[in-house]
């Protein structure tokens, strides 16, 4: 197991290269300029020289190297001094700077982290946190009441898309009944309890709207797997045995159904880096997820590739958490 | 089981599927109620007198009457009428993108789970489909194949195609994942081992032994996807990938009465209330044929 | 300072009105505004978009600006200079600007005439990229004359030398601030950028890109009974419905930026009764661009879309005309803009002295005259409906446009319209980012116009056209060679047109001006080459308890924020 790990960390290096390299291949490509967003009113030949400014001049793989080498040793030292203190520590030279807004891309996912952690990282937790005892419950009372209504509410709750249900609740909780604000302030410092309690006022929606739609997909998947392993003869055994229900469902069944759960969750836990793109627009919570979108939309390459190449990392790292999982959940799976 | 069973005439496995199948309430009413929505679509237009894209300003922003049964839309269209040709899109893109998905995630995720040869590949290559930013991504596939596949099988069917491939090929990663992870389990239990040591090829192990039984992670996967591919389409559409803007489609109902939910709310509840309710008709559907494909359960 | 008392003590005897607790600065306490699209940076010149330009016109400030009815008003300067009060050197060569007495930077330094001429260095630096470099268009040099005064000379006769150091597109920014940020430097100086130091009503306090900014008051405002309000929050982000309700509906925000939204759904909102809509019109025409030449995929890439290949149906002007005289702007305008459009009949509608009047029969649909032009072309109604020529070719046109609510329902009520004179459209809609893009490799873009025809809106900085009009002159098309970029998107060309514009550049006279300007509106409207539709008006939404809105279109919207204050 030692070894498979090793061998994968050290893969992961080149894995991790190449997914850099096809997302600036794909970002070179594809249709889209850092002009773009400025009025008509400018013309071709001034449109032409910031795009110089911006080193949109030089060659491709320049471009590539230059991103590269800025990424893995001047962004690191940067941060490496931000963490200790000493400022020496950062290195001279120039850093990866977003085509917007002129200023190091490091320094703003800083500054975005907090609201996406707050909102869809809380999110995300419970979403597991209700979702694992639900998809339990549904699948050991399959066709009961309560499985039927979280079927229904999951379905229907995943199926419509947050563009339709963030307006809505915002006409329903905001503008009817007056609980919520509309506008989300990231410049709300928690320090008494009244801003604590403002700060849940405002982050109630988006995270209800993020939990409802994560809590829908982890629970399919837990009821589905249990659904499974209930009919295994090692349960009926174990029943025979004399244990008692709480010792075979929670013990033997819910841990060999966790492996399609711990994937999801797996592969979920990096899109909280990425933020929710639309949600987070809606509520202006104005995360990491509104920040990716907003640099699509302005062809800010530099940040989108950053961003990109930080979520590819995350999820290298994590399904390879979920591949050494697997093995400890169950001991037969061998990779070596 | 009682005596009579016993003495059973042999028949085919199916008609033993079918009759665990409806005894599924669930699965049947899902049924029901799924070729209810596929017939109003795609027989709906022939007999309602309205067209989907006909303009007939002097009646616009109406409310429910007998003439215009869900009323019409801001420029006087009716959208009974639309929400029938908007779901022969949705319908075909959704269920089309959700079968090709799936068998994609499918056969990637059973190749990586039994096969340790190919597994580190086809995971990395996972990893990376993972972590492309969808939307450069499918401007890149608009701005290449858009044209070349408009030309060669009309606009709408290359738009189809295009649409239908974008979402197939961003989303298949979820089930392969699943389905590997399953896998990986599933081919160290007894009875794997025993059919390998009697000398089983792989391919008859993999269809007899080790597909029926990732079956519901993967049907969880399908309804799913049905729900985000219904969606996504109308998310291309926003971007200029999907349809032509004349082309109704659910999703795109909902995202463009998004901004009248204040005064006709119905306006995207109406389309959001069957997407979901196509949604639902087909996990219930999934429901009843993954028990009725258990024998476990089957007998029961 | 005893014209002030008095003014103070006028203020203080009305007591009873509204404004008597805004003698002082501050007093009115703290100021929310929303924009859907949030500000990326404050420095306007390292970025052309309209939302920097608003947020940074808080901060900084140009010598002169227009007001809302697009007078030019002196800001900084003491006084406009002119010909008359010789200001303007009468070769038109040269103009000279003086300075208030006594500016001060917020940070207590004085603004002098070094600090003018340095902003046009910073600008005109080969390598910053400065995006207002347009302004300085033909500028020589910038003399600094003393203290307070400074010369900016052109290297031909300008008669409009109001470019340089005019409206929020170009204000004045520190010297002491930005001396290290010139050219290839520009990107490095992100404080600068962020909180630039200016002589505005506030300043930079905390600067979140793309999401949030904060302001204070500026404790060296030139004005010590102003702004009104201590501080002020410039929220971004989200979509334009939501921000309309935050102001009308809920009352969270005191203003709302253009709210693009259809009519009925901003009526709805303004009975919510905490706030209300202004508008105001500019020079902004959502227009539909006709392609003149052959945008047909069949033809090779260096032909295709460029003047070698003439367009086989719009060369001709009557299907041009029939294509026109089918649309009813009127009901276009009550769809799409109500209050906030007018039904628009020339490319340049405002302001009234280079507005022609001789176009104003658009206004009326008329299906039977396209009818018959079209068939007077030879088009003639197939079994369908839709029209053939001789050749056996259907009258079938590709129309494009950008993602947006309200240009596809102009899609399809002009698709409606057209199919009744018997010409098929096919629709297409593209994001906004790709269409505006002006990249040479997607097929997408509105320069390359791989279209029949195409929807947008455009307009001009300032008050004058010239600049504007000269965009369809002969040899500016985008195409292959120039990497598809130019500013004459439908290929017209007409050497008349070309002399009459080059006329224009060399008169001063503001009634000839506005006389040549309109006769070459007039060439391209009549000529059906731009088919103006809609002169669309910005919304805007304030809190009713936010005093002193005055909403400007020719300059930022945020133009007199000082005299913003609450009503209580």
Known sequence: MFNYTLRRLLLAIPTVLFIAFIIFLLLELSPGDPMSDMPLTIPPEVREQMRLSLGLGEAWYVRFYKWLYMFTIVEPSHMLAGMTGIESLALEGQRIISFQTRSPVADIIAQRMPQTLWVVGLSYIFGILISVPIGVYSAYRQYSWFDQAGTFVSMVGFSLPTFFTGPLLMLIFSIWLGWFPIIYDTTLIVDSFSDFLLQLRQMAMPVFVLTLYNAAQITRFMRASMLDNMTQDYVRTARAKGMTEKVVVLLHVLRNSMIPVVTVIALGIPTIFTGAIITENIFRVNGLGQLLITAIYASDFPMVLTLSVVFAILIVAFNLIADILYAVLDPRIRYD | MTDTSAFRPPRNQWWDVWDQFKTHKGALVGSVVFIAIVLFCFVGPYLWPHEATYINIRARNQGFSLEHPMGTDQLGRDILARMMKGGQVSLAVGV????????????????????????????????????????????????????????????????????????????????????????????????????????????????????????????????????????????????????????????????????????????????????????????????????????????? | ?????????????????????????????????????????????????????????????????????????????????????????????????????????????????????????????????????????????????????????????????????????????????????????????????????????????????????????????????????????????GDAASAGRAVMETGEMD????????????????????????????????????????????????????????????????????????????????????????????????????????????????????????????????????????????????????????RQDFQALIQQWWREIGVEANLRNINASVFFGGDPGSPDTFQKFYADVEMYANNFTGTDPQNYLGALRCGLEPRPETQWQGENINRFCDPAYDALHAELTQTANIEERGRIARQLNDILVQNFVVVPLVDRGRVDAHANSLGGVRLNVWDSGLWNIAEWHRIQ
Not at chain 2, 121 to 139: I, V
Not at chain 3, 145 to 174: C, H, K, L, M, W
């Open chain 3, 255 to 406: 203003y709302a930026w253009n709210l693009q939204l259809a009519p009925d759904v901003i009526a709805t909102m303004a009975q919510g009764g905490r706030g209300a809509p202004i508008s105001a019109f500019g020079t902004l025409v959502e227009r539909i661009e006709m392609n003149l030449t052959d945008p047909s995929a069949d033809l090779p890439a260096d032909v295709r879309s460029t003047r070698a290949a003439p367009h086989p149906v719009l060369s001709d002007i009557r299907v041009r005309e029939a294509l026109s005289r089918a649309i009813d702007r009127e009901l276009l305008v009550e769809i799409g803009y109500g209050t906030a459009g007018r039904p628009a009949c020339n490319l340049v509608p405002n302001p009234p002295i280079f507005a022609s009047e001789a176009n104003d029969n658009c206004l009326v649909q008329d299906l039977d005259r396209a009818r018959a032009l079209l068939d007077e072309a030879g088009w003639t109604p197939g079994a369908d409906g839709i029209r053939v020529n001789a050749e056996g070719r259907r009258l079938v046109l590709d129309y494009q446009t950008s993602t947006n609510a309200v």
């Open chain 3, 1 to 237: 300072m005893t014209s002030r008392m008095s003014l103070l003590g006028a203020a203080a005897a009305l007591a009873l009105t509204p404004f008597a607790a805004m003698a002082e600065r501050g007093a009115s306490g703290h100021l929310n505004m929303v924009y859907w699209q949030a500000p990326s940076i404050m420095n306007p010149y390292l970025s052309g978009g309209t939302k920097e330009q608003e947020a940074s016109s808080i901060v900084l400030e140009p010598l002169a600006r227009y007001n809302e009815n697009g007078e030019l008003v002196a800001w900084l300067a003491e006084s406009i200079p002119t010909v008359e009060n010789g200001g303007v050197a009468a070769d038109l060569m040269s103009i000279t600007w003086r300075l208030r007495e006594g500016l001060v930077w917020s940070d207590g330094t004085p603004v002098t005439s070094a600090d003018v001429a340095f902003t046009a260095e910073y600008c005109m630096h080969p390598e910053g990229g400065c995006a207002q470099l347009r302004n300085f268009n033909g500028v020589e040099g910038v003399d600094v004359v003393d203290e307070r005064t400074v010369t900016v000379r052109f290297g031909a006769p300008t008669p409009v030398p109001y470019g340089p150091f005019v409206s929020a597109n170009s204000p004045i920014i520190q010297r002491a601030q930005f001396e290290n940020c010139l050219g290839p430097r520009a990107p490095e100086c992100t404080d600068a950028n962020f909180s630039p130091i200016g002589t505005g009503a506030f300043r930079v306090t905390d600067f979140r890109p793309n999401d949030v900014i904060q302001f204070e008051a500026n404790p060296n405002y030139r004005d010590p009974a102003l702004p009104h309000f201590a501080t002020v929050t410039l929220k971004g982000g």
């Open chain 2, 96 to 300: 089309v993108a959700m079968v090709l998905s799936v068998f994609l995630g499918t056969l990637i995720g059973v190749a990586a789970g039994y096969f340790r040869r190919v597994d580190g590949l086809l995971m990395r290559m996972t990893d990376l489909f993972l972590a492309l930013p969808l939307l450069p991504l499918l401007l890149v596939m608009s701005m290449l194949f858009r044209q070349p596949l408009s030309t060669a099988f009309g606009v709408e069917v290359g738009m189809f195609l295009l649409i239908v491939t974008a979402i197939a090929l961003t989303s298949w990663m979820r089930t392969a994942r699943v389905v590997r992870g399953d896998v990986l389990a599933l081919k160290e239990r007894e009875y794997v081992l025993a059919a390998r040591s009697i000398g089983t090829p792989p391919r008859r192990l993999i269809i007899r032994h080790i597909l029926p039984n990732v079956l519901s992670p993967v049907m969880v996967s399908a309804t799913l996807m049905l729900a985000t591919a219904i969606i996504t389409e109308s998310a291309l559409s926003f971007l200029g990938l999907g349809f032509p803007p004349d082309f109704p489609t659910w999703g795109r109902l909902v995202a463009d009465g998004v901004d009248y939910l204040q005064q006709y709310p119905s306006r995207s509840m109406l389309p959001g209330a069957l997407i979901s309710l196509v949604v639902l008709s087909v996990n219930y559907i999934g429901d009843g044929l993954r028990d009725a494909l258990d024998p476990r359960i089957r007998g029961r």
